[in-house]
Structures are given as structure tokens and as C-alpha cells.
């Protein structure tokens, strides 16, 4: 590997998983240069997606790796003591805008924002979860695009997928979708997990088990966008 061009060396080392690069570096000083790279860091990039994840109430920077496929943290916030009613107000909503589905009661809903300028929606009924896209967006009106996903959970959720605060993100680019969720079997007196379902255009394309869950009331939630101007330094 050592005869290989830099920038197919630098292609091949961007697959590795966060998780496992500061072993790399160790391994030897001229990867310890290239996997701190600015072209290094812009094909990792390519490969994963950055998403700020709350888990147990604990909120961290996370890299969700599609090669591997892989969801590690990269760098945690510290939302101790911190008032959502301080960050965020909002006056309402008017007027209410079309859904491109009728929702009844016990249907999910969940709203996502795709980047700046899109919205991406939810829905769950039964077994079968749908993912809509916008194609426009503004105070008085919104339109949307065809399904973008339609997928049904069980054949690899198994029957346990209940229709509870389903968070998601979407990835229009790369065409997919991650949706997280929780695996409880109380019968066997385990404790819960964290998961995470990655969907593509084929149906779910990965099972991401995020780790043992200390409350099981607790859902995972997750938000795709992440403001460059925000400084979130690097776990050790």
C-alpha cells in the first residue's frame, strides 16, 4: 500500500470507521499526515454524514459512515441545564399547510428539515413507514414530491415497531434515509438498545445497533443539520 498514489491511498483509508482512525494514526507517521488532510477529510466526508444525536439524554456529534455501514460519535455537547424554551420560540404556525397523506389516530408523523430549504416527512402506519420529500416551500404554500421511500419494517424490525416519535434524517444526495428507534424485549428482561435503520431506494439497506439504552422511555432523536459556525471538539 505503500507504493500506492496519495490520492488512492487517501481513497482507501477514507473507508476506515471513525472509530477505529486514531488507531490508524498510530500505525505509522506518514498515515498520521494523510488522515489529518484536508483532502483526506473532504472524502470522508463524501462518505458519511455529520448529524447532532441525542441518546439518554445525552447529546453528541455523530459520523454516520454508509460504507461501513457505521454510526460512531466524532465529539459531544455538553446541553446540561440548557431550556429549549430559551434556544428556540416559535409564535405558531399559520396557516396549516397540506401533508401529501391523510393521517388518523394512531398514524406517526414526524417533520425533518432537509438542509436549509426542504422539508422531509414521516409517516408511519403499521408496519410500513413512508418518507416525503418538498419540492417547494414557502409562508403560504408547499408542494410535494413523489414518495421517496416506502418501506415496510418488518421483515427486519420484527413485530416489535410501534408507532411512537419516529426521528429521522434524510440525505437527498446520497438517497438515503436513516430512521432511529428503540429495541425493547421485555420478555427475555433485557436491557433496551438504541437502533438505527438505514433505507435506500432497494428497502433497508442496514440494521445500526447504537448501543445499550439506560432508559427505555427514552427515544433516540437525531438532526441533520449541523451550523458550520459551531465548534464541537473532538472526544479524546
Known amino acids: 500500500m505503500f507504493d500506492l498514489p496519495i490520492d488512492m491511498e ?47 439524554y445525552r447529546v453528541s456529534l455523530m459520523s454516520v459512515d454508509l460504507l461501513s455501514p457505521s454510526i460512531d460519535p466524532i465529539g459531544n455537547l455538553n446541553a446540561d441545564g440548557i431550556k429549549i424554551s430559551k434556544i428556540f420560540h416559535c409564535q405558531g404556525f399559520e396557516p396549516r399547510l397540506p401533508l401529501p397523506f391523510r393521517a388518523v389516530f394512531g398514524d406517526t408523523v414526524t417533520l425533518a428539515s432537509v438542509r436549509e430549504e426542504q422539508l422531509a416527512v414521516l409517516f408511519h402506519r403499521a408496519s410500513v413507514v413512508e418518507i416525503w420529500i418538498t419540492n ?18 418488518k421483515p427486519v424490525a420484527g413485530f416489535w415497531f410501534p408507532n411512537v416519535g419516529r426521528s429521522f434524517f434524510v440525505d437527498e444526495e446520497k438517497k438515503v434515509a436513516v430512521v432511529l428507534d428503540k429495541e425493547i424485549i421485555d420478555k427475555c428482561h433485557l436491557p433496551a438498545r438504541n437502533i438505527a ?35 464541537i471538539p473532538n472526544t479524546p
Open 10 to 56: 487517501e481513497e482507501v483509508l477514507s473507508r476506515v470507521p471513525v472509530k477505529s482512525l486514531g488507531k490508524l494514526r498510530l500505525t505509522c507517521k506518514k498515515w498520521n499526515t494523510i488522515t489529518k488532510s484536508e483532502s483526506f477529510l473532504k472524502k470522508k466526508q463524501r462518505n458519511g454524514i455529520e448529524v447532532v444525536m441525542m441518546m439518554d
Open 136 to 153: 417547494k416551500i414557502e409562508p403560504n404554500a408547499v408542494s410535494w414530491s413523489n414518495l421517496l421511500f416506502a418501506v415496510d419494517m
Open 197 to 231: 435503520y438505514i433505507i435506500g431506494n432497494n428497502g433497508i439497506l442496514s440494521k445500526v445497533d447504537l448501543g445499550e439504552s439506560r432508559d427505555k422511555f427514552c427515544y433516540p432523536l437525531v438532526c441533520s443539520y449541523v451550523p458550520s459556525s459551531v465548534q
